[in-house]
């Protein structure tokens, strides 16, 4: 095997591995790459060259920098970190919106108790 073709052989590894770790089906991974399931299954295995412009849409579905595919024996405990920052950071954007959320909903609360109040005691 060739140096191109143990390469190729690499980035279809670990895009296979990519899409295992992300629990994703190989019809799965290909309709979010807008690919067939018969085109990723050969970029998977090393079959066909793929070109740089799908190689950036790759990583960039699978939370990866361009440059890791080529890694021999990637280490995939880096996306599952960067995931896990992800999901946190999201997490706290959620908590943050609903503080506020519940902030709106005391005032409205208050308001609509004060608006009572007055009311009954107009009675």
Do not use: C
Not at 72 to 79: G, K, Q, T
Not at 83 to 97: G, H, M
């Amino acid at each position: 095997m060739d140096g191109n073709q143990k390469t190729i052989k690499t980035v279809g590894n670990n895009i296979r591995e990519l899409r295992i770790r992300s629990g994703w089906s190989l019809r799965v991974a290909a309709k979010r790459l807008g690919i067939s399931t018969s085109a990723l299954s050969k970029i998977e295995t090393g079959v066909t060259d793929v070109n740089l412009s799908r190689l950036e849409q790759i990583a960039e579905v699978y939370g990866v920098k361009l440059v890791q595919l080529w890694i021999p024996n990637f280490e995939f405990s880096d996306l599952e970190a960067s995931k896990l920052n992800q999901a946190k950071e999201k997490v706290f954007d959620l908590e943050t919106e609903i503080k506020a959320f519940q902030r709106k909903v005391i005032l409205l609360y208050e308001k609509l108790h004060e608006q009572a109040t007055k009311y009954n005691h107009a009675v």
